[in-house]
């Protein structure tokens, strides 16, 4: 079982800056991708930035330039770095872990709302 806690989100002007932290405990396998997605109300889950545990980032269009994703493996943590934030970067944003070689191995944090005012 893995458990993943986000922290870092809040409220923030048009322009700005925030930082979201992903902490996974648990029993970690290698090879595993930890993802931030997004969910607005009424709206379907879509994928911000994944990152591999190799270092391969892959960004949705709307981020790319914007917002950074990074790892630390040692450590089980994940962080993306979102500047530049526009009201519509508005929504719960969700941490995930999850292995393309393991059939089940998906978890989701809690989320944490990011609300960015223009």
């Known amino acids: 079982q893995v458990q993943l806690v986000e922290s870092g989100g809040g409220l923030v002007q048009a322009g700005g800056s925030l930082r979201l932290s992903c902490a996974a405990s648990g029993r970690i396998f290698s090879g595993d991708v930890f993802g931030w997605y997004r969910q607005a109300p009424r709206k379907q889950r879509e994928m911000v930035a994944t990152v591999t545990s190799g270092g391969t980032t892959n960004y949705a269009d709307s981020v790319e330039g914007r917002f950074t994703i990074s790892r630390n493996n040692a450590k089980n943590t994940v962080l993306l770095e979102m500047n530049d934030l526009k009201p519509e970067d508005t929504d719960v944003y969700y941490c995930?872990?999850?292995?393309?070689?393991?059939?089940?191995?998906?978890?989701w944090g809690q989320g944490t709302q990011v609300t960015v005012s223009s």
């Open positions: 995930r872990e999850n292995s393309p070689y393991i059939p089940g191995y998906d978890y």
